[in-house]
Nanobody, 124 residues
Framework: QLQLVESGGHLVQPGGSLRLSCAAS????????IGWFRQAPGKEREGVSC????????NYPDSVKGRFTISRDYAKNTVFLQMNSLKPEDTAVYYC?????????????????WGQGTQVTVSS
């Protein structure tokens, strides 16, 4: 089974930036669309970004558009989520997920492989 590991979560002040990483061991991510999701306490898990297997398609919800950027480094077998202008409402556990699909979707039910998550806290 594809194993994903997220890293980069941290406590950051409002307006700050973080870069999350999603890496896989033993498997290459080249063929997979990758999604980033987040879940705050008491809330549903929501998609914040996704990227197609070839990197040509990305999607973002309006809540993060212009602030978050997803990218992938095939040599490092890693997908990144650059988060800028962070707000307290961005506080959540962030998960990456992988799926074999054309394009990419922000629907969590489309992804079968998940990491364990990394905590992002935005607070002064």
């Amino acid at each position: 089974q594809l194993q994903l590991v997220e890293s980069g979560g941290h406590l950051v002040q409002p307006g700050g930036s973080l870069r999350l990483s999603c890496a896989a061991s033993r498997f290459t991510l080249d063929a997979y669309a990758i999604g980033w999701f987040r879940q705050a306490p008491g809330k549903e898990r929501e998609g914040v970004s996704c990227i197609s297997s070839r990197g040509g398609i990305t999607n973002y919800p309006d809540s993060v558009k212009g602030r978050f950027t997803i990218s992938r480094d095939y040599a490092k077998n890693t997908v990144f989520l650059q988060m800028n202008s962070l707000k307290p409402e961005d506080t959540a556990v962030y998960y990456c997920a992988a799926a074999l699909m054309g394009g990419c979707r922000l629907n969590r039910y489309a992804y079968a492989n998940w990491g364990q998550g990394t905590q992002v806290t935005v607070s002064s």
